[in-house]
Nanobody, 127 residues
Framework: QLQLVESGGGLVQAGGSLRLSCAASGRTVSSYAMGWFRQPPGKEREFVAAISWTGGSTVYADSVKGRFTISRDNAKNTVYLQMNSLKPEDTAVYYC????????????????????WGQGTLVTVSS
């Protein structure tokens, strides 16, 4: 069973940068399309970005496009989210997710049906 562990969250000032990591174990991450979701305080979990098995395709939420970059290193079984030009509205718990189908994680984004989730890492952006 695939297990995911996020790291890299923390407190940053508006305009700053953070890089989140998602380390996978149990199965090889190259078999999965990967994604990042986030849950702001008091709100529902929302899609942030997704990347295909080889990294050849990526998709982003409009709210982060041009500021965030998702990438993966299958040799290290790790997925990353580089976050630049952070805004207070980016404050949220960020979750890594995996699914064997690109459609589920990148198009339908069915949070209840994805194969695996991490425990989340908190990102706080101060103004």
């Amino acid at each position: 069973q695939l297990q995911l562990v996020e790291s890299g969250g923390g407190l940053v000032q508006a305009g700053g940068s953070l890089r989140l990591s998602c380390a996978a174990s149990g199965r090889t991450v190259s078999s999965y399309a990967m994604g990042w979701f986030r849950q702001p305080p008091g709100k529902e979990r929302e899609f942030v970005a997704a990347i295909s098995w080889t990294g050849g395709s990526t998709v982003y939420a409009d709210s982060v496009k041009g500021r965030f970059t998702i990438s993966r290193d299958n040799a290290k079984n790790t997925v990353y989210l580089q976050m630049n030009s952070l805004k207070p509205e980016d404050t949220a718990v960020y979750y890594c997710a995996a699914d064997q189908t690109w459609r589920s994680i990148a198009i339908t984004r069915d949070k209840g049906a994805l194969d695996a989730w991490g425990q989340g890492t908190l990102v706080t952006v101060s103004s």
